[in-house]
């Protein structure tokens, strides 16, 4: 019995010699590792700060799209498909102020203060016009199409329309052109003080 208990004083004896000389090892390598956590940590606080800049970077950006899709946007797109033919696209917006080929205000000069403008003009069909406006007002726009020129080409061309808005996305059959140079409305376009866009008067 006595032989058994002192295997076992050995054993513990040897036990904490072991956990002892761990222990020591431990805290050397915390003492030689600590200036590396530090240098570890404070990358972490600078990374944490980059974070936080970025997100509030994003949260003011978000602000300022969602402060825009609170207003609306409008483009409208007339294609054609007689050979040929130069079709014009004609918009008269709620101010009365009429963009099409001659007046475009790509830079901003025909309209003062106004950001929409005529930005594609086909002249030989078939072909496509394009007028956008980033920040519709409210109000009532007038969409017409002219016949500028058959080019020899005695085929009435029925243009036809998209509507790209912040909601949804409009397909507009036109009215037959048989008259050169004679503007026709096609349809009218209302927006509402929240930016909601609805279509009046399509023409069939």
Known sequence: MRRRNREIQIFSVSALDLFASAMGVF??????????????????????????????????????LMEL?????????LQWDTFAQDVDLHVVDPAGNEFYYEETNRDGSTFPGEDAFLTVDSRDGPGVEVWLNPTADAGEYRILANLYDREQNPENPRPRFKVYTRDEIFEIPGAVLDQQREKVEMFRLRVDGEGKITVLDSAS
Not at 69 to 77: A, D, I, Q
């Open 27 to 64: 805290a050397l390598l915390a003492v030689i590792l600590f200036p590396y956590y530090l240098k570890s940590e404070q990358q972490f606080s600078a990374e944490a700060q980059d974070v936080r800049v970025q997100n509030q970077q994003l949260r003011e950006e978000i602000e300022k």
């Open 69 to 77: 899709l609170k207003g609306s946007y409008l483009v409208v797109v």
